[in-house]
Structure formats: C-alpha cells, structure tokens
C-alpha cells in the first residue's frame, strides 16, 4: 500500500480519521440542541485562549494551551446565553458579538506572541495537517505522531463519558425540559456536554485547524441525522461518517496536492450532499420516486375513471378528447404503458379501452369517488355542484377497507347526481 | 505614544492623503454594515452573513484563477457570485430536508471555507507572483485600499442608504411580524431576498478591508450595541451606523498606526468595546441602570414591608403606640440587623420613631403604612369576591402586588367593591383573613 501514500501519509490520514471520529460523535449533540453555531463560534473563541495560555505560561506545552482553550469555549457558550439573556438580544447575535470579538482579540494576541513562537493566525484556521508525522511521541511501544495520540486519547475519554452518561445525554438532547423536572439537573449536563465539545475541539485544533473542526463537529451529525431517526444509530453513523470524510479528504488532498484540512472539509460537505440526494428514508431522489410513483398512479387511475365513464355511461360529459388529453405528456405515455403492460388496457380504433380486469379496476375507483361525493352531500350538506372536485382528489387515497365503512355510513346506490355507485367487486370472480 | 501623537495630528489636519482614503472607507463601511445590521439582528438572521463571507473565498479563488490578475472588480464578482450561491445552499437545505437552519449554516460555512482554502493552495502553486495578496480576504488588508477602493464603497453605502430608505416601513414589518407582513399583502419572501441581497453586497464590499472571518463582526456588534440604547427601530439604525462608523474610524485610525494589528480585528474589538459600554451604561437597557432601578424597587418594597409589619402589629393592639421591635420582627422573615438597618432607613426618612426597642409610626409613616395596607386588603378582597380565591390564600399574591399597584387601578378596584358593598366606610378595610400577631417563616399571618 505504500505506493499510494506515504507513511508519514499515512498517519496524516490516520489523524484526519480519528479527529473525525471524535468530532463527529461530539457534535451529534450540537446538532439535536439546535447550537450547531456554538460549534464554530468555540473553535473560532479558542484563538485567544491558546494564546493566552501562551502568553501566561510562556511555554507551547499543550496541557497549558489545552486548559486555557478549554476555559475560554466555555466561556463562549456561558456569556453567548448571559448575552442573550442581560442584552435582550436574539442569541444568534449574541454569538457574533462573542465569538467575533473573542477571535478578534485571539488573532492580536497571537500577531504580539508571534516574534516568539511559531503561532500564526493562518495555522490556525487550517491547521497543520501536513506536518503532524514531524512531531512524534511513544505511545504503547508504537511511535506515532503526538498529534495522532492526544486525538486518540481525547476519544478514549469522550468515549468513556459518553458510556457512562448517555442515558443523561439523550435526555437533555431532546427534552431538556423533562429532564429537570425528572430531578436532573439539565444545565450541569448542558454544561459537561459543552465542555466535551470544546474538549473534543481543542484537541483536535492543533492538528486540523479551526475550519475542519467546525466541519467534523456539524457536517457527519448532520449527515446522519439525514439517515437515520435513532440517537444511538446516529451517532454511530456520524462517527463513521467523520472516519470516512477524514480518509476521502486526505487522499484527494494529496493527489490533488491541495491544502488537506480544506480538501476534508470539501468532503464532509460532499458527503453530505450525497447522504442530502441518496438517503433512503429521506432523500431528495427518495423522496422524488415517491412523488412519481404517486403522480403516476393517479394519472393512471384518472384514465382508467374516465374511459369507464365513457365505455360504461351512455349520458356521460367524458369526451375522447379528454382521454387523449389525459394520455398526453410524459406521464401520460408512461401511465399508458404501464396500464397496457398490467392489461388493463388494450389497443383498440379510435385509442384504448378498457379490458375486463381494467373495468373492475375502473369500477373500484369510481365506487370511491361516488361514496365520496354521497357523504360530502349528506354529512357535510356540500352542493352537489361542489362535491365532483374534491372527490376527485380524495378517490386516489380512499381504502377498499375505507369504501366499505363509507358505504355502510351513507347507504345510498346513487350519487347525488344520479349516477350509479358500482356495488364491491361487482360482476367479478 | 509618539506614533500615536503623530497620527492623531495627520488625522486632525488631514494631511496624509493615504491614510484619509483609509479612514474615509472604513467609516464609510461601518456606516453601510450597521445599518443592514439593524434589519439582519432584528430579522434574527445575523449569523447567515458567516456562511456568506465565507462562502465568498472559493469565489475570489476562481475569479483570481480565470482572471490571473488581482483587480478588485472581478475578485468581488466572484465572491459575490459564491456569496449568493452559500445564501441560497442554506436556504435550499433548510426547505429541503430536516437539517435545521443553523447546522445548515455550519456545513456551508466550512465546507464552503474548505472549498476556498484548498482552492488558495491552488492558487499558491500558480507561476503568478499576484497571488501575494489573496490572504488578505480571510484576515483582511484595510491600509491597502486604494481611491478606486473607496468609490466603490461609496457606491455600495449609497445604495444600501436609499434602499433602506425607500424601504423602511416594510423592512420594519418584516422585522417585527412577519405573519402580519404576510397578510398586508407583502412579499414577504422578496422582502427577505432583498435584505439577504444588502447583506451579500455589504459583506463582499468590507471582505478585503475586514477579513470574512470578522465581517459578521461589523453586521452584528454595532446592532446589538445599538439595541441598548432605544426601542425605535428608526432611532437603532441610526445608532448603530454611527457606531459602526466609529468603530471603522477608531479601528482603522489604531491599526495604521501598528504595522502588525490587523484591521478587522482592531475594528472588531472597537466595535465590541462600543457594545460593552452600551450594555453597561445605556440609560434604560444598560446593566447598570437595570441594577440601581431594581435595588430601588427593592429598598422601596422593604421599607414598605417594615411599615406595613408595623402597622398590622399595632391594629392588633388595643391602642395605637410604640410597639416592640421583636414583635414587628416576627412578622417576616427578617434577620435581626436587616431589621434594624431597615428601621434606621425608616427613621431617617421621618417615618418611623425609635426608642431602644420600641418603634412607632409617624404621622407621615402611619399615612404611608395605612395607603400600603389599604392596598393589600383591597387587593385581598378582591381575590376573594372576583377570583373566587379562599381567603387564607390571597395574602401571598397581595403581597407581591401591593407594592405596584397604580393610583387608578386603585380606584377601579374601590369602586368596584364598593358597588358589591364590600367596602366599609373606614379608610383601611379589615383584613379577610386572620392577621397573625406572629409567625415565622416568612409566611406572615
């Protein structure tokens, strides 16, 4: 395998995966509490945190960075909703008074540090994914990139907590609410929760720079949420999900020889737009076929109503050029060929008509605009001149189950206008 | 200091020409920034300016890549043109699926960001020496605008001015009601359109002055700060450009002066420092003046209680008089020096006469505590006639009310009961309930 990536390569991919993995799982709760813009306004607050910590400290060691990181995205969280709450301001706004104004003071922080230590506003933003493999520890006898084992590490404990929390976790994540007068104390767990974010974020921001963060902690919750209703599918989901993203992204990256954190961050977006197109449950294509299905199967129905109006009724208004002008059209041309495939139809002079099993199709449907028409005039004393258009909408969703009980209710073997109700599978088997 | 002296004197005579055209257009785009601003907070869509700004890089990247050279114009275009097309993603995703707005938001913000970042690495490679500058968008270059820089600025804050001009009156209904907006036949989903569109040419216009990390900065602190110091719509705008131009200025004037501060981060914090005055010392939202009006409420309610306690504990005398302080103690759940402290503020205010551990009420103090009482039995009475409350239940609520209840309530209320024939002819009706002489726990009589 090394023919495709180097090893050095290779624990850049490996350090991309893992900060998915653990950003991915983190963020699922940002993402359900609608504070997916916490997310970046933290990675964007923990500038001055690090810097801080630099300067105060006036060392790189990352346990001090670390914790000084750590304070300020919690402070993020508390003063955007102190803000929000003593500024009467929406907490949107809020956010972008905090979050700016704390990147703000982090990027001048970091211009005066800079004569010293190699921080740049620009690492920071997109991290320095290239370079992990220069910075290496021992960790289990293995030697790998620091990088990759405080990622590592970060996970391990996330994991932990998540484990021995999550009962409280999915509690607050959906109804916080409930959670308090339940006797939890949905602030503290509010408040954990948020700390393992900026947790998660910290750690992963030396690595994958602030943008990549934001896109790891929203993009695979998001991606998932689109796949799946299940909070334990969910965040299953997105940490695969981040895995995924952070192998795609480094591996386009390097062919491509573009920037890496931005190349991974392209591809959470990607994915997420796949997942946007594809899902199952509810993708646009998913969601476009069921719409098709549906158009078809009432164009197809429309036909088969109105050319059993026109074979069966000798007064009827239905005119052959209605049924053309129903068989016009894309979807008019497939309906018809599904009904002629299905022998509902057959080909006759003068356009099709309808076969033996097509009429008692015809009549089911027509059966169900009848009743329908019967019960909107009695129950709902509708003029018989405005029961023909809704019932020619609801025919399509009346059950055979649903007909029975209308016509047990209205009892009638006419329809207001006079014209007869087909009986249930009348002339059939 | 000296930098500082002579800038301040280059600013004052205005005989640096550079550093004027700077200024001009810094304060120039506060001015626009603020005033959007206003309609964005209020329309609680400040943070949909993020996604835009950076949806903006990957647009300035294609344009440098097809174009090869730095001119702003087209480097706008393209981002402007990015900057749109992030706008309507958000939207799109936000109707077309379950994702919620603000994790819409996120997603187009970075993956968008991403989309630039990865693109400038292309850009970086190109032979082109031009691309020196591209940088400059994420972090923002205000010294480096240039006259043509600022006509164009000009423009912008000119359009934006007018149009929020002309439309004002439906800005203002869209911000406030939408529904309403909706059924006075308003366009409403236009309306909002036009607004994002102010906003994109806003945000595209300050993204090499201010960097697109902190344009939003320039969109949302002034507003905010603004929306302390009034309640009028017309008033906010107005303010808030100001101080976005303040901030411009201040801002631009601090980091011309230091090669190494960045413009749209000193304007940043400028501006935040403006917020935080305003939070703090405007005159009816700030903190402060929330802090003294509600410690004067509070003093007010406390002496207000002392007098009542001392009331109620004589009517349970035969004789109007001195009456013990332990007994006027118990009424409340006061400890012993709040007590004290409380009676000294009573005395002083010629309310209430001690002698060691007796007290009694003034002709001025027995004057107040009767209009208190009076207005907690009514309160009380009317509970029991008109809430069909029971009457050892109404106390707790009167209480609370009594303190703030207006003059002509008062009277309706009288007048109310009087017709009812619940009021007796004395001046302070008798209590429903049972007046305790004593009880602990707070939960007097």
């Known amino acids: 395998m090394n023919v495709f990536l180097t090893s050095s390569e290779w624990w850049t991919l490996a350090t991309a995966c893992m900060c998915g993995l653990l950003c991915g799982v983190a963020g699922c709760y940002l993402v359900l509490r609608r504070m997916s813009l916490l997310g970046d306004a933290i990675t964007h607050a923990i500038l001055p945190g690090l810097a801080g910590a630099f300067l105060l400290s006036g060392t790189r060691d990352t346990w001090a960075m670390l914790l000084g990181a750590l304070v300020v995205g919690l402070l993020t969280a508390a003063g955007t909703s102190w803000l929000s709450r003593v500024g009467r301001v929406p907490s949107d706004a809020a956010m972008g008074v905090v979050f700016t104004s704390l990147f703000a003071a982090g990027v001048l922080l970091i211009s005066r540090a800079a004569d010293k230590v190699d921080l740049d506003p620009g690492c920071v933003l997109y991290g320095l994914l290239e370079f992990v493999d220069t910075d290496r520890v021992r960790l289990l006898g293995i030697e790998m990139p620091r990088a990759f084992a405080t990622l590592a590490g970060a996970s391990a404990i996330m994991f932990t907590l998540l484990t021995l929390f999550w009962k409280e976790l999915k509690l607050v994540s959906f109804d916080a609410a409930l959670a308090t007068s339940m006797g939890f104390s949905a602030g503290l767990i509010h408040y954990g929760a948020i700390a393992m974010i900026a947790g998660a974020a910290v750690a992963s921001f030396e690595a994958v720079g602030s943008i990549l963060v934001v896109s790891m902690l929203i993009g695979p919750p998001a991606t998932a949420s689109l796949l799946t209703q299940r909070l334990g599918r969910m965040v299953f989901l997105a940490g695969i999900i981040g895995i995924v993203s952070g192998a795609v992204g480094t591996i386009a990256a390097v062919k491509l020889s573009t920037s890496i954190a931005g190349t991974v961050s392209v591809a959470v977006g990607a994915i997420f737009v796949v997942a946007l197109v594809c899902s199952p449950s509810q993708g646009l294509l998913a969601s476009w076929l069921r719409r098709s299905a549906l158009t078809l199967r009432v164009r197809r129905e429309d036909i088969m109503g109105s050319l059993y109006r026109l074979q069966q009724e000798p007064n009827t208004r239905v005119t052959r050029d209605d049924i053309s002008a129903l068989l016009r059209g894309p979807w008019g041309i497939l309906a018809q060929q599904q009904l002629l495939s299905r022998k509902h139809l057959q080909r006759a002079n003068g356009g099709p008509v309808l076969t033996q099993t097509g009429l008692i199709e015809a009549e089911r449907i027509l059966r169900a605009h009848r009743l329908w028409e019967s019960y909107l005039w009695r129950d709902l004393a509708l003029p018989v001149s405005h029961v023909h258009d809704p019932s020619e909408r609801m025919e399509h969703f009346i059950t055979d189950e649903m007909a029975r009980d209308l016509a047990a209710h209205v009892s009638d073997t006419h329809d207001p206008q006079g014209r007869p109700i087909p009986r249930r599978n009348s002339g059939a088997e | ?445």
């Open chain 2, 1 to 445: 200091m000296l930098g500082a002296k002579s800038l301040l004197s280059r600013l004052l005579t205005f005989s640096d020409f550079n550093t004027n055209v700077v200024l001009l257009g810094s304060v120039l785009l506060g001015m626009a920034c603020g005033l959007v601003g206003t309609f964005t907070v209020l329309r609680g869509r400040s943070l949909m300016a993020d996604a835009l700004a950076h949806a903006a890089l990957p647009g300035v990247c294609i344009a440098f890549l097809l174009t090869g050279s730095r001119e702003l114009g087209p480097l706008l275009a393209g981002a402007l043109a990015f900057g749109v097309l992030g706008v309507l993603a958000v939207m799109g995703i936000r109707r077309s699926s379950r994702v919620k707005e603000d994790a819409a938001i996120a997603l187009v913000l970075s993956s968008t960001f991403g989309l630039g970042v990865a693109l400038l690495s292309v850009v970086q490679r190109t032979p082109n020496a031009a691309h020196a500058g591209l940088e400059g968008f994420i972090f923002g270059k205000a010294a480096s605008m240039v006259v043509r820089d600022v006509q164009l600025i000009a423009a912008v804050a000119a359009i934006i001015v007018v149009t929020c001009a002309i439309f004002y009156r439906q800005f203002k209904v869209l911000c406030f009601d939408r529904d309403f907006a909706h059924s006075a036949g308003l366009r409403v989903a236009l309306l909002d359109f036009l607004l994002m569109g102010l906003v994109c040419v806003c945000t595209v216009v300050a993204l090499p002055a201010v960097g697109l990390v902190l344009v939003v900065a320039l969109l949302t602190i002034p507003a905010v700060a603004a929306r302390c110091w009034s309640d009028r719509l017309g008033v906010m705008a107005i303010i808030a450009a100001g101080i976005g131009a303040m901030s411009g200025a201040v801002g631009t004037a601090i980091s011309a002066n230091a090669a190494k501060l960045s413009a749209g981060a000193v304007i940043t914090l400028v501006a935040a420092a403006a917020f935080v005055v305003s939070l703090l010392a405007a005159p009816r939202r700030g903190v402060i003046a929330r802090w003294i009006r509600e410690r004067r409420l509070r003093r007010k309610i406390a002496l207000q209680n002392v007098l009542r306690a001392v009331y109620e504990v004589q009517e349970l005398q035969a004789t109007r008089g001195p009456v013990a302080v332990c007994d006027v103690m118990l009424k409340r759940a006061w400890r012993p020096a709040e007590l004290d402290s409380l009676l000294a503020r009573a005395q002083r205010s010629g309310e209430i006469v001690r002698e060691d551990d007796r007290v009694d009420l003034t002709s001025a103090g027995r004057e107040h505590a009767m209009q208190i009482v009076r207005t907690h039995r009514l309160w009380e009475l009317y509970l029991v006639t008109h809430a069909s409350i029971a009457s050892d239940h109404v106390d707790r609520d009167a209480d609370t009310i009594e303190h703030v209840l207006p003059a002509e309530i008062l009277q309706q209320l009288e007048a109310r009961l009087r017709e009812d024939g619940r009021l007796p002819g004395s001046l302070v009706p008798a209590s429903p309930h049972a007046v305790a002489p004593a009880s602990r726990a707070g939960v007097h009589g």
